[in-house]
């Protein structure tokens, strides 16, 4: 059974850090793409940042500069380091891979706000 859990989510203060993770299972990791996405209330869902299986890394513009993604073959798992959180940055984030399929994660919240 393929599973995307997502991790890390929360409310922190503008400015503040946070670590999103991603644990995949049922699938071989090592072959897909890892992608994060982004939904916030009423707005269309946006990519966030992409690492490909060679681990060559893509940003929206929003993000450039403060957000890092990177995986982690052997644990099977994907993380976004956050970083001087806007407001704007509030969304649902969602954890995608792939690869010969599409998968998708259930999502966690992050509300920055003070």
């Known amino acids: 059974q393929v599973q995307l859990v997502e991790s890390g989510g929360g409310l922190v203060q503008p400015g503040g850090s946070l670590r999103l993770s991603c644990a995949a299972s049922g699938f071989t990791f090592s072959s897909y793409g890892m992608f994060w996405y982004r939904q916030a209330p009423g707005k269309e869902r946006e990519l966030v940042a992409a690492i490909s299986m060679a681990g060559s890394t893509n940003y929206a513009d929003s993000v450039e500069g403060r957000f890092t993604i990177s995986r982690d073959n052997a644990k099977n798992t994907v993380s976004l380091q956050m970083n001087s959180l806007k407001p704007e940055d509030t969304a649902v984030y969602l954890c995608?891979?792939?690869?010969?399929?599409?998968?998708w994660g259930q999502g966690t919240q992050v509300i920055v706000s003070s």
């Open positions: 995608s891979a792939i690869g010969r399929y599409r998968y």
